[in-house]
């Protein structure tokens, strides 16, 4: 191999981004994208990187996606250039909406090439539209002057905008990158590159301060006078500052189960009943919504009621949640009046709440409790008549609500939870109990794709570096196997401790809770919405070398749930539709 302008370009921007702040690398193969690649691969041999190599670019997308939701820094894809690059779109598209930070390093023809019909090339370059902060296209390098320094300002500029340091709107940046043949030769020496890299980065100026838009409707903060009425409502991204809120304000917590709110003194599980009943949600006049709510119809039908306040606190990101258009207001901070020296909050209004919460989730809790007072009894029949009773609850059939409860109550603060976009999810967000633990959940746009390689993401991510703990995924069967190929493990990378719950009722249940399915013809609903399937999941675990387990009853479902686990496996749990 000889030197060739493509790898020395390739090897600066790559050297550039990781003095920038990068960690981690997705990586699919081709041959316009091989320079990058190879130079990435000497950086994971030196310590200076982790790669992440799959055969699948929408899987990569999501990986991507999973890495970066966890780490909080931006991550890598490189791809090579055509189909690859728009097998992108769906995890772009979920990066944009839930301002996940993503570089998507494109390999392309140069313009010379393109419209001309040359194999393997299509008008890529800004492909993903309003979905990007930052797209540029980059002309082929020449090895002429200046290149190094060119690709130092591209890197800096591509992780500020992703990591959203100046704008407050993080999400993906595509840099759409022309080369030309040779397409790779002889890797430079990267040490002198770190080392001048490097020193650039110390010396440069500190990062401004975000910048305000004219145009942005949100104040910059908003005091909240404490008068009965009020609820705080917690969606996707919320994080634990909306339960900061509501303790500090003595309010009603409705937060989603994968808000990151989901906990405290304050939280009401039952939201959605207590919204319909008289005494609690027929008294609500005002609403401060934290993050992006997605799993019920109550939420925004109470924000768009008539008499009703609503106040959405939204630090960062540019499109901003407003059922109907019906909000009053936008800030991007929120504070509590203080009570008068020496007075307390009145919580009468809370306690309303928190009582009958706690009075429904005693009644729908899929909980076993055993009866204490039985089995202490010293005579035989009441011994006898509890020992049948704990048997009958290990043999009982698992439900909906049962392995989200169970899963939920089994993941521990250095573990992780990833919720698909199914029944199940919204079954467990009226069960769980108050629990401060990681949960994630894709609800950018609340597609059912990418979750698997989203959760691969994750559990590599949080466990790099011997971190302890397991990935537990919950997810429908249609969720799975949309996105069966991300079960592939490339050999060279860390079997993570991921632990995938699949609920498997034959077909697509989430739509027979929607009207069509009181409407249409049995037939025709089950041919094109319900859309039956036979996939044999064993066979699948198999096919990838995961281990495989069933659980259909309680008993098998909570002696899984206390196993250790080592590395990948599937957990089959059949349900009735």
Not at 51 to 79: K, Q, Y
Request: charged share 20%; with cysteine; hydrophobic share 45%.
């Amino acid at each position: 191999m000889t030197e060739a302008p493509s790898t020395a370009a390739a090897a600066a921007l790559c050297v550039s981004l990781i003095v920038e702040g990068v960690q981690d690398v997705v990586l699919c193969p081709g041959s316009r994208s091989q320079a990058l690649a190879l130079v990435v691969a000497e950086m994971e041999r030196r310590g200076l990187l982790r790669l992440h190599v799959r055969v699948d670019e929408r899987s990569a997308g999501f990986c991507a996606l999973g890495l970066a939701r966890e780490s909080d820094r931006p991550v890598v894809v490189i791809t090579t250039s055509g189909t690859a690059v728009a097998n992108l779109h769906p995890a772009v598209l979920e990066a944009h909406h839930s301002l996940v930070p993503l570089i998507l390093l494109t390999a392309d023809r140069p313009p010379e090439l393109r419209g001309i019909r040359s194999n393997q090339t299509t008008e890529q370059a800004h492909l993903f539209g309003a979905a990007t902060r930052l797209s540029v296209d980059v002309p082929a390098p020449t090895g002429l002057p200046g290149e190094c320094l060119r690709a130092q300002e591209l890197a800096a500029r591509a992780v500020a905008v992703a990591a959203g340091t100046v704008t407050r709107n993080a999400g993906p940046v595509q840099l759409n990158l022309a080369f030309t043949e040779p397409l790779s030769g002889d890797l430079p020496d990267l040490d002198p590159l770190l080392a001048s890299f490097r020193e650039d980065r110390h010396h440069a100026a500190t990062d401004p301060a975000p910048a305000g838009d004219p145009a942005d409707p949100r104040t910059d903060s908003w005091t909240l006078d404490l008068r009965e009425g009020a609820v705080v409502v917690a969606g996707t991204g919320a994080g634990p500052d909306a339960e900061r809120f509501a303790h500090a304000a003595g309010l009603p917590l409705l937060a989603e189960v994968a808000s990151g709110a989901h906990f405290g003194r304050e939280l009401i599980v039952n939201y959605r009943e207590l919204l319909t009943d008289p005494g609690c949600g027929g008294r609500v006049r005002r609403v401060i919504v934290f993050g992006h709510p997605t799993l019920s119809r109550e939420i925004p039908a109470l924000i768009v009621g008539a008499d009703v306040e609503t106040t959405v606190v939204a630090p960062v990101g540019a499109e901003l949640y407003n059922p109907g258009h019906r909000v009053t207001r936008f800030t991007r901070a929120i504070r509590v009046d203080a009570p008068e020296p020496g007075g307390v909050l009145d919580r009468s209004w809370l306690g309303g709440w928190v009582v009958r919460d706690r009075e429904l989730l005693a009644e729908h809790t899929t909980a076993h409790v055993s009866d204490l007072a039985a089995a202490r009894e010293t005579g035989y029949r009441e011994r006898s008549d509890y020992a049948k009773a704990e048997v009958a609850a290990l043999r009982e059939p698992v439900t909906r609500g049962m392995v989200g409860e169970s899963v939920w109550r089994a993941t521990w603060p250095h573990d992780r939870l990833v919720l698909g976009a199914s029944r199940l999810i919204r079954a467990l967000d009226g069960l769980a109990p108050g629990r401060n633990i990681r949960v994630y959940a894709n609800r950018g746009l609340a597609g059912i794709d990418g979750t698997l390689a989203t959760a691969m993401g994750i559990a590599q991510a949080s466990q790099a570096d011997d971190q302890p703990g397991v990935t537990r995924v919950l997810l429908g069967d249609l969720a799975f196997l949309h996105d069966v190929g991300s079960l592939l493990l490339t050999p060279g990378e860390t079997r993570p401790r991921i632990q995938i719950f699949v609920g498997n009722d034959g077909g697509g249940t989430i739509f027979d809770d929607l009207e069509v399915a009181g409407s249409a013809e049995a037939r025709l609903f089950d041919r094109v919405m319900f859309t039956p399937h036979s996939a044999a999941i064993e066979s699948l675990a198999a096919a990838y070398g995961w281990a495989y387990s069933r659980a259909a009853t309680r008993g098998e479902l909570d002696r899984l749930l206390t196993v250790p686990v080592t590395g990948p496996s599937i957990v089959e749990v059949p349900l009735a539709r």
